[in-house]
């Protein structure tokens, strides 16, 4: 993959910021929870935004993308993290792309890229079933049938799962749940007779999909790579997505704490601005201190995911998990050091902190990478 | 230039060969002159360091005429290179090249120029910081030590204390009162000879049982005018520049020993391949997982700073990462020796037991020399952060 330049990004960043403050304030999300409550998101934005090429920034040009590598598509992300703007783009352009790209036929590759780098589909990948992130733990059973497969089992949840028209499935073909080995993904239509999804009602408004497979038909073109094969290729994917996340999340904390910053600025109480007063600053410092931790991780995983190093899951370990304690961590001084008026819904501060908490749990949260992390370091 | 930079890499290449003592391989360069070993002792080592000090390779940014080798960064980038990929190293270092040098470079006279900086270029000079005071710690401006006017030169009376390595050193730069009507603005920065009548030092004992830090004592010292680096009244400017420079060498402390190996021998693994203490496990990946975005973040900081980027990390801000990364680090080191970490000398405690707990107890500093962890935290909240005074 081509790596962007360090102007690319800027150009990129710069592109970003121009557009989220133009289309995509706050405000946004809170008309998708008002308006597109069941879908999570606002799909003549979406529309917008993959006119402008983002949904194609990993996709080839052979198949209708740009190409441009995660540190060009981390720096977009962040610029959309700022106002947590609702979207498919990470399910979509990171997860379901990486998929293809990494184990899709020539066939299925034909078939989907385009469609997906150019939003005229969606794809997002169906994982989690259980409260935690543990594939090993996958029960959703995918049996043989004739040449092809039947899928039965639940899916919950499933990240823009609503307005998908490609579902990525990770199913069973082999073992017992607790066993990392038997897993295998597949393609599945979402209008496909057995399946049914409905949406989640979330905190962060995003509308993720419940959805049911009963008797799911399969052919034998809809399995994606090899069968009861795809525990690496799994970690994969989510290592792609994961990186990205952790870049919105950089994005989300970095205006959670300016905002927070602005208003030490301008809050007065005892007659002078709160902002004077030495134990809130040595708060906002550690906060600021704990954010260039997390840049440098999310750059970093970034960095080796264009460079394809060896380190990639040790690094986006270290980048989710350092994301997700300080996106945390800053989400709840934003809310403590504004005080009452923070508390309130028509204040922006709990939107950040409920993102905060369900960016933290996708991919796996900080507990998880950690002891990622340290199995990978062999303690 | 690109082919400038590749003949420039043959030569230094060819030169190292020639010239690079064999014997010094995979050595690092001595900072501290109490970790001397055996071979930052031997003939060999004293070979090296004229050798690269007479190529001005030691300081190659500075220009030839002081003892640098007028390189650009870029060069200096090829030689670093060089050096390290023939498990060489630079062996020019010290205060003097990491924080006088480059702030004489900046508020020197052509004369101070000429007179100070090749000796530092060459390893002929060791420097000391006069700075803090017993009663001028985080409020360095406060300080005391009283310096008068008699015509010709100086005549400096006061107390400094925590001066590094005050007993072995040739040089010392001081911070002097020349006005008691002014806070910051009556302070000079001065340059004394340590080997003048009425300078004394007496090294401080700290908990780890050693130290280079000493108490100076300055009683009737008489230095010349002419040892006055900026202007009189005029030091707080010159010491904040130097201090950077003094921040830039701290943060950039880097992890000598590897935690995880020592958590496997002392505390051990279970049947799942995990540390056999769940709770210090937990703590010592978080601390393991902190140290790794930091040493990202030292990273970035460098290539933004080749790269002109704006808004790189603030110093302030890495100092107390680097130092909170340290002191973590060394109390976790403690944890998992257990018992074994009750040595203070002997031969019942390996010399690694024995380093690890005398390297956490002297590892308590880091948070205070330098400007404290709230000093930084001030300066970040202000010079960085933009919070009001009040």
């Known amino acids: 993959m081509a790596a962007a330049t360090p102007e690319d990004l800027e150009m990129l960043g710069d592109a970003g910021r121009a557009w989220v403050r133009e289309r995509a304030p706050v405000s946004l999300l809170r008309r998708v929870r008002e308006q597109h409550g069941d879908l999570g998101y606002d799909p003549e934005i979406y529309a917008e935004m993959a006119a402008m090429g983002w949904a194609g920034m990993l996709v080839p040009e052979a198949y209708g993308g740009h190409d441009f590598g995660f540190q060009g598509m981390g720096r977009l992300v962040e610029e959309l993290g700022r106002t947590l703007t609702p979207s498919p783009l990470i399910a979509s352009a990171v997860g379901a792309v990486s998929a293809l790209l990494l184990v899709g036929s020539e066939a299925q590759k034909q078939q989907w890229l385009p469609r997906l780098a150019s939003g005229a589909s969606v794809g997002v990948l169906a994982l989690d079933e259980g409260p935690h992130q543990r594939a090993e733990d996958l029960a959703l059973t995918a049996s043989r049938s004739g040449d092809g497969w039947r899928l039965n089992g639940l899916k919950r949840p499933v990240e823009a799962g609503m307005g998908a028209d490609l579902l990525i499935v990770a199913a069973r073909s082999d073992g017992a749940p607790g066993e990392a080995r038997g897993l295998s993904l597949f393609l599945c239509d979402p209008a496909a007779p057995g399946v049914e999804r409905h949406a989640l009602s979330q905190i962060d408004s995003r509308a993720a999909a419940v959805v049911r497979f009963d008797q799911v038909a399969l052919g034998p073109g809809q399995l994606l790579g090899e069968a009861d094969a795809a525990q690496g290729v799994l970690e994969q994917i989510l290592d792609r997505a994961r990186a990205v996340v952790a870049a919105e999340m950089l994005g989300s904390m970095q205006e959670a704490f300016d905002r927070t910053t602005d208003y030490l600025k301008t809050r007065k109480q005892f007659g002078r601005l709160i902002g004077s007063f030495q134990a809130l600053q040595h708060r906002a410092v550690g906060l600021a201190a704990e954010i260039e931790l997390a840049r440098s991780a999310v750059y970093g995983a970034l960095a080796a995911l264009d460079a394809g190093a060896e380190d990639v899951p040790l690094r986006v370990s270290v980048a989710k998990a350092v994301a997700g304690r300080t996106f945390n961590h800053v989400a709840r001084e934003m809310i403590q050091m504004h005080g009452g008026i923070g508390m309130t819904e028509e204040h922006d501060a709990g939107l950040y902190l409920k993102r905060a908490h369900t960016a933290d749990i996708f991919g796996g949260n900080v507990a998880y990478h950690r002891d990622r992390f340290g199995k990978m370091i062999g303690v | ?390």
């Open chain 2, 1 to 390: 230039m690109i082919g400038d930079l590749d003949t420039f890499r043959f030569e230094v290449r060819d030169w190292i060969e020639a010239n690079f003592p064999p014997s010094l391989c995979g050595l690092a360069p001595l900072t501290n002159p109490t970790e001397a070993t055996e071979r930052h002792e031997s003939p060999d080592y004293h070979q090296w360091v004229d050798a690269v000090g007479a190529k001005g390779w030691g300081v190659p940014t500075w220009p030839a005429e002081y003892g640098g080798a007028g390189l650009s960064a870029a060069h200096a980038d090829v030689l670093a290179q060089e050096f390290s990929r023939a498990d060489a190293f630079n062996p020019i270092a010290g205060l003097g090249v990491m924080m006088l040098g480059p702030t004489v470079l900046e508020f020197g006279t052509e004369e101070q120029k000429r007179r100070h900086l090749p000796p530092i270029a060459r390893n002929r000079i060791r420097w000391c910081q006069g700075f803090s005071e017993p009663g001028a710690g985080s409020d360095l401006a406060s300080l005391q030590t009283r310096c008068e006017d008699r015509g010709d030169h100086w005549l400096i009376n006061g107390q400094k204390i925590w001066t590094s390595f005050a007993h072995i050193s040739d040089w010392c730069f001081c911070l002097v009162r020349t006005d008691t009507t002014r806070k910051q603005g009556g302070i000079t920065f001065v340059l004394i000879d340590m080997r003048t009548p009425g300078v004394e030092a007496r090294p401080i004992k700290l908990i780890n049982g050693a130290s280079h830090f000493c108490e100076l004592f300055l009683t009737d010292v008489e230095t010349p005018k002419s040892e006055t680096l900026g202007e009189v009244n005029g030091g707080w400017a010159v010491a904040k520049r130097l201090l950077q420079h003094e921040r830039t060498g701290l943060s950039a402390r880097k992890a000598t020993l590897d935690l995880a190996s020592l958590a496997r021998d002392y505390v051990g693994l279970d049947a799942g391949g995990r540390l056999r203490d769940g709770d210090l496990r937990q703590r010592l990946l978080d601390h393991l997982v902190t140290d790794h975005a930091f040493g990202q973040t030292m990273a970035r900081r460098t290539a933004m700073l080749e790269l002109g980027a704006p808004n790189p990390p603030a110093l302030s801000i890495l100092k107390n990462l680097g130092s909170r990364v340290s002191q973590d680090r060394g109390d976790l080191a403690v944890e998992i020796l257990g018992n074994r970490s009750f040595g203070w000398a002997g031969e019942d405690y390996s010399e690694l037991e024995l380093g690890v707990v005398h390297d956490w107890l002297y590892g308590k500093c880091f948070s205070i020399y330098g400007g404290s962890q709230e000093i930084q935290n001030n300066i970040t909240a202000k010079q960085v952060l933009g919070l009001p005074d009040q």
